[in-house]
């Protein structure tokens, strides 16, 4: 969202969206944070769990609020997110469809000369450090890193999606239960509905191949005083 006054904006929300609804995929909740960049900004990560048509009962929504009076008042290069010139935000599991966005509706950007453009992304964790120099300019971060080609990295996880793990073997057979390796564990998602598959404790490999988990060599090694 870019400002030309303290007033306007382009439009009442700027939003991206994307959608793993239908997938195996979920965003990490414990590897990804909400980012946002700018001062006198509220940003937000929005979404649903059914996709974007989701009712209201289905909308989720969490976000974080940044403050900075000048440049100077911001954070120094490489400061944690902690509201000045830049905030980040956990996000929940078993998200969908989710997307940044920003409260401009009746907002007043009241830093709009020298910080023009917000700037709210779900990436890594880790992945951004603060500069003040992101501040300045018109789209000028946003030119640097996705005009670029470098992108904002997420970090996805992955789950089989018919179920929680089988409770008896006949719902294994029913289902196409995936841990086909002997000496293989079903874990359940942490991250919406699922399971994964482990090879059991003394046991490595790929469980999800017949035979794939092998028992693992323990060699016992003595040390020798000569």
Same mark, same amino acid.
């Given at each position: ?18 959608? =793993? ?20 900004? =509220? ?54 469809? =989710? ?128």
């Amino acid at each position: 969202a870019c400002y030309a006054s303290s007033a306007t904006s382009p439009s009442p929300t700027a939003t991206f969206a994307f959608s =793993l609804v239908g997938t195996p995929f979920r965003v990490s909740p414990s590897r990804n944070r909400l980012t946002v960049v700018g001062c006198s900004a =509220l940003g937000l990560v929005v979404g649903t769990a059914s996709g974007g048509g989701g009712d209201a009962d289905d909308l989720y929504a969490t976000g974080c609020f940044t403050y900075c009076a000048e440049l100077n008042a911001a954070g120094a290069d490489g400061a944690p997110c902690a509201g000045a010139g830049c905030c980040q935000v956990p996000i929940s599991p078993d998200i969908p469809y =989710l997307g940044a966005a920003f409260r401009t509706g009746n907002w007043t950007n009241t830093a709009w000369r020298f910080n023009p453009c917000f700037y709210a992304m779900v990436a890594e964790d880790g992945w951004y450090s603060f500069r003040r120099r992101d501040l300045v300019g018109v789209l000028a971060y946003y030119n640097e890193t996705v005009d670029a080609g470098r992108g904002v990295p997420v970090v996805i996880d992955w789950a089989v999606r018919d179920g929680w793990c089988p409770a008896s073997a006949e719902e294994r057979a029913r289902r196409k239960y995936a841990c086909v390796s002997g000496n293989s564990d079903c874990v359940n998602s942490s991250n919406g509905m699922g399971y994964t598959c482990n090879c059991s404790r003394g046991y490595e490999g790929n469980p999800y191949l017949a035979g794939g988990c092998q028992g693992m060599c323990k060699c016992v090694m003595a040390k020798i005083k000569l």
